[in-house]
């Protein structure tokens, strides 16, 4: 039987002491972290990983007491194959506890007289425990698994004691880029390997807008269940009433089949074009004008992470004016109200008349939508907002803003829109100089497409990243499903249209 201690003690005799904290650190991916530095708390030590990631603290301390004390042997303990013998003559008992690798104690026993214990039969699991012996004011750990071997964590004379944990004793791992990282210890004789996160770095703010990129804002209505109630069901969506300035407005709003209350989706508005209705673009039969649901965007929603809603225009299918604005602003703010919305990610988009009343919200709505995309824009025959402070009045802000145009519109001009349209966003849209203040972009002008059978979109390069601008031209009529075969008349090859891709990618950006 191998003797590992004989403890003999008296209150002034030299004793010992011994600690040896290790392990490894690593990043999220298992890759080694070199140069972590790694604080023993209230000890006041430190060290840092190598190559491999790894540390290792460790400690022997000496106390001297007094030369010639009396000693005597109030018992001892060995180990043989994980079996603890004792002998305990004094009128100390023998205390045994069990901790696994972080210290925690699963095991603990009072022993009188002489005998033996099982230190395995202490632990429910396989793995490297440790066993800490006391008799009197001495103390012995062991190392052990479950299987019954062990080794001593002791120096070669068999003297060295435990050191007592102090209340509150952590390590704490610091790494450049990475999150500070704190565990508390219960021991300190123990192996820890731990795994750091990446830190994310603080989300920048802004005096307007939000960073590309930016975290969800939910809505008052997360967490809640819609108290709107529908006046009646269509295909793919339900029927709504608003009141607005005493008028009754109607729209429209598609959930996805996955809708969660808890998750803040993504809200997109689809204004419908002249002598069309709401409904039109929530279920009608295919063709050029409605190819799919809300301009061909629901059906690229393939995680359910959109709220769709189609807004009513007046009884002849057109956009009037302020009141119009006011409907929308009012609808945005019922659909914040009953549905878990990011009010950072609200997009609106539309055709012709549609794409009109689109540019014209673009104008003064800029604090509650984030990007639009018009199809087929001008600057006639719509009201369009002068500037001033009131809440429909033009602000001077920019917004993010596409354009899909063909260069042979007969009904929207085209170099009209590319002439009057375009550079009113331009001209807000540029580069925020040392001030903050978004400076003008409206002297770079969009390359164009020149060919028959095709298109280009063409990305700004002097306006602010936050606020991107796109131009997309094409050899097309007046029609919103742009395509690039040969064929370019109305009507013509709109099931093979490009446009609902870019608007999606578009808007997925930010």
Same mark, same amino acid.
């Given at each position: 039987m191998k003797n590992l201690l004989v403890i003999g003690v008296s209150l002034a005799v030299s004793t010992?002491?011994?600690?040896?904290?290790?392990?490894?650190?690593?990043?999220?991916?298992?890759?080694?972290?070199?140069?972590?530095?790694?604080?023993?708390?209230?000890?006041?030590?430190?060290?840092?990983?190598?190559?491999?990631?790894?540390?290792?603290i460790h400690e022997d301390e000496e106390t001297i007491g007094l030369k010639g004390a009396a000693v005597h042997n109030p018992g001892f303990i060995s180990i043989n194959s994980g079996i603890l013998s004792y002998?305990?003559?004094?009128?100390?008992?023998?205390?045994?506890?069990? !901790? #696994?690798?972080? *210290?925690?104690?699963?095991?603990?026993?009072?022993?009188? &007289?002489?005998?033996?214990?099982?230190l395995s039969s202490g632990v429910k699991a396989k793995g490297t425990?440790?066993?800490?012996?006391s008799m009197g004011s001495a103390k012995e750990t062991i190392r052990f698994n479950a299987s019954g071997t062990y080794t001593n964590s !002791? #120096?070669?004379? *068999?003297?060295?004691?435990?050191?007592?944990?102090?209340? &509150?004793?952590?390590?704490q791992f610091v790494a450049d880029g990475f999150d500070t990282l704190s565990i508390p210890l219960s021991t300190l004789d123990t192996t820890v390997d731990v795994k750091l996160t990446k830190t994310t770095p603080a989300e920048e703010q802004f005096a307007f807008g939000y960073a590309l990129g930016n975290e969800p804002r939910p809505s008052k209505g997360c967490g809640k269940n819609s108290t709107l109630q529908s006046t009646g069901s269509v295909e793919n969506g339900k029927k709504y009433n608003l009141n607005v300035g005493g008028k009754n407005r109607t729209f429209f709003i598609t959930l996805p089949k996955n809708y969660d209350n808890t998750k803040p989706h993504k809200l997109l508005i689809a204004n419908h074009c002249m002598g069309s209705k709401?409904?039109?673009?929530?279920?009608?039969?295919?063709?050029?004008?409605?190819?799919?649901?809300?301009?061909?965007?629901?059906?690229?929603d393939k995680n359910g992470d959109y709220i769709f809603v189609?807004?009513?225009?007046?009884?002849?299918?057109?956009?009037?004016?302020?009141?119009?604005?006011?409907?929308?602003?009012?609808?945005i703010t019922a659909m914040f109200d009953n549905y878990c919305v990011d009010t950072t990610r609200v997009f609106a988009t539309g055709f012709s008349f549609g794409a009109m009343f689109t540019n014209s919200l673009a104008q003064d709505l800029q604090e509650r939508l984030r990007a639009v995309a018009v199809y087929a824009t001008a600057d006639y025959n719509i009201w369009l907002p002068s500037a001033g402070t009131g809440r429909y009045d033009a602000k001077n802000l920019p917004i993010a803003w596409m354009g899909v145009h063909g260069k042979r519109d007969g009904v929207c001009n085209y170099d009209r829109a590319k002439t009057s349209a375009l550079p009113r966003i331009l001209k807000r849209n540029g580069k925020a100089d040392a001030n903050g203040n978004f400076t003008d972009a409206s002297s770079e002008k969009p390359q164009e497409f020149n060919g028959t059978a095709g298109h280009l979109c063409y990305?700004?390069?002097?306006?602010?990243?936050?606020?991107?601008?796109?131009?997309?031209?094409?050899?097309?009529?007046?029609?919103?499903?742009?395509?690039?075969?040969p064929n370019t008349g109305t009507g013509q090859g709109w099931q093979n249209t490009w446009v609902p891709e870019e608007v999606h990618k578009f808007f997925e950006q930010f």
């Open positions: 010992a002491f011994a600690y040896t904290v290790s392990g490894k650190v690593t990043d999220e991916s298992n890759m080694p972290i070199k140069g972590a530095q790694v604080t023993l708390v209230k000890e006041n030590k430190n060290t840092t990983t190598d190559n491999k990631g790894e540390f290792t002998s305990q003559n004094g009128s100390s008992p023998v205390q045994v506890r069990i !901790f #696994d690798p972080l *210290g925690n104690k699963i095991f603990s026993q009072t022993l009188y &007289g002489s005998g033996q214990v099982d425990y440790f066993a800490q012996v !002791f #120096d070669s004379e *068999g003297r060295a004691l435990l050191k007592e944990v102090q209340q &509150g004793e952590a390590l709401a409904e039109d673009f929530v279920h009608h039969n295919p063709d050029y004008d409605h190819p799919t649901p809300y301009y061909g965007q629901q059906v690229l189609a807004p009513q225009g007046n009884d002849n299918g057109t956009w009037n004016g302020k009141e119009d604005h006011q409907f929308v602003d009012e609808m990305d700004f390069t002097t306006v602010d990243p936050r606020f991107p601008v796109k131009w997309c031209s094409w050899n097309g009529e007046h029609q919103w499903t742009a395509h690039d075969g």
